[in-house]
């Protein structure tokens, strides 16, 4: 079987700091994962997704997620958090036998307060 | 270009009626499907198309059903809607089915069913 994990309903960060909103999976054979934004009364906006190669994926408004095999994790981070980035947030998993479905995590509420 | 258009924004509506939400892109995507929001449980897969022609089943089938005609179009129908479904609906689509694609998505449909 294969699932996601958020393992944090709820995120608060100050404006400036670093944040991190964390990912797990559980699958067999090769993951593909993939970060969402979801805005207030908006539809879920692609951020960043990790397919192979390199561990740490660079995606939209400074956001980036580290691919750790061993941790079966995908963390997304930001450097410096914005207020703007208050949002909640969806991990997904993707996996090649399973043609174009992506198991989504509970989601994230990130908070970031000025 | 407009992208994911989805039809209500929001409806209100009487258990036992029947009831079909509207969901028409314009990126010439071969895939399509429809998820449902609910809190706590992040998105869920109700059906999908791998092309225009085919509609398979994803892990929340039951009570809707879908058709697929063209490559734009997708509309997702309740035959006899319940207050179960009562949700947010979106819709989505990739270039491909494989799960490597991105899927974007489209506004949302808020479906209250009384």
């Known amino acids: 079987a294969q699932s996601v994990a958020q393992p944090e309903d709820q995120v608060n960060v100050a404006e400036g700091n670093p944040l991190t909103v964390k990912c797990t999976y559980s699958v067999s054979g090769n993951p593909y994962l993939f970060w969402y934004v979801q805005y207030p009364n908006r539809g879920l906006q692609f951020l960043l997704k990790?397919?192979?190669?390199?561990?740490l994926v660079k995606g939209s408004y400074g956001f980036e997620a580290e691919f750790n095999k061993s941790q079966t994790s995908f963390h997304l981070k930001k450097p410096s958090a914005l207020v703007s980035d208050s949002a909640l947030y969806f991990c997904?998993?993707?996996?090649?036998?399973?043609?174009?479905?992506?198991?989504f995590g509970r989601g994230t509420q990130l908070t970031v307060w000025p | 270009i407009a992208g994911i258009t989805q039809a209500p924004t929001s409806q209100i509506l009487a258990a036992g009626r029947r009831m079909t939400l509207r969901c028409t892109q314009d990126?010439?995507?071969?895939?399509m499907y429809w998820y449902r929001q609910d809190l706590g449980l992040g998105l869920r897969l109700i059906h999908y198309s791998n092309t225009a022609g085919t509609t398979g089943k994803g892990e929340v089938p039951d009570g809707y059903s879908v058709s697929r005609a063209n490559t734009d179009d997708f509309p997702l129908t309740l035959a006899s809607a319940v207050p179960s479904q009562t949700s947010v609906y979106f819709c989505a689509s990739s270039d491909s089915p494989a799960s490597t694609d991105t899927q974007y998505f489209g506004p949302g449909t808020r479906l209250t069913v009384l």
């Open positions: 997904a998993l993707g996996r090649g036998s399973t043609l174009g479905r992506l198991y």
């Open positions: 990790y397919i192979t190669g390199d561990n």
């Open positions: 990126m010439r995507h071969n895939a």
